[in-house]
């Protein structure tokens, strides 16, 4: 079992460094010119980057802290302001909070993209879901509660569906009505992402019902949500960095 979670830990740790490096060519981006999008951007990569890093960090809890209730589910939760932590670092909880950041911060990103102005009902129910879900993830939560957890997984991906969906339809119907090659191209890197983005929670919740019927976990849709995630960054900043090239 710890072999999984090495390997999980090395793994995590090449996407963590993908990661990294584009958010330093964002961050050059927004020393050069400071404006919203870039900053969103920005944002976008960075909270990604901060779920995949807690992610990384609770295989490292696992195989180096020696604390047994983060390993061993024989072992009751002490319910300590120390264990509340660990226990939602290890169980994904802390990753969610983030990947819901993330998310609301690609609805903001595609209404700027698409010249919308914000429709105060959509964007009041897009901010009370993520509120909603980030309680979820974080408050609702009992240690080996199999259930508590495929249901968190659910939420999170039905909150990034409904968002990144939405993304991907202006991406496609852009990408269809441009007759710019450089426009084509940047709408269908953001389609690219949009979906990628949606797919991540998908094989992770694939991942964790196969946990839930008695496997060890660690599947191929794990390391595959990872390379989605991957996937999305990369057409974030290609996508973006076309539009912008265009516009100069």
């Known amino acids: 079992m710890s072999n999984l979670y090495f390997i999980a830990l090395v793994y995590e740790s090449v996407i963590l460094s993908i990661t990294f490096v584009f958010i330093v060519q964002v961050l050059k981006i927004c020393i050069k010119q400071k404006n919203r999008l870039n900053i969103l951007l920005l944002l976008l990569i960075s909270n990604y980057f901060i779920a995949i890093f807690f992610s990384w960090l609770s295989k490292f809890q696992i195989i180096y ?70 309680f979820y993830t974080l408050v609702i939560y009992q240690k080996g509660n199999l259930i508590l957890d495929v249901l968190a997984f659910f939420l999170v991906f039905l909150l990034m569906g409904s968002v990144y969906i939405s993304f991907m339809k202006n991406s496609i119907r852009s990408y269809k009505n441009s007759t710019i090659p450089t426009y084509r191209n940047a709408f269908l890197s953001l389609a690219i992402m949009s979906l990628s983005f949606a797919l991540i929670l998908f ?38 960095l076309k539009l912008k090239e265009k516009e100069n």
């Open 203 to 240: 094989c992770f919740l694939i991942d964790r019902i196969y946990i839930f019927l008695g496997d060890y976990g660690f599947t191929f849709f794990y390391y595959l949500g990872w390379i989605f995630a991957i996937i999305g960054v990369t057409g974030a900043y290609f996508g973006y």
């Open 65 to 134: 802290s020696n604390i047994d209730y983060l390993y061993d589910e024989s072992v009751s939760d002490p319910l300590t302001p120390l264990s509340w932590i660990l226990l939602r670092i290890s169980d994904f909880r802390i990753s969610f909070l983030f990947i819901t950041i993330a998310t609301y911060t690609s609805y903001i990103f595609k209404e700027k993209i698409f010249g919308k102005e914000f429709k105060k009902s959509q964007n009041y129910i897009v901010i009370i879901s993520g509120i909603l879900v980030g």
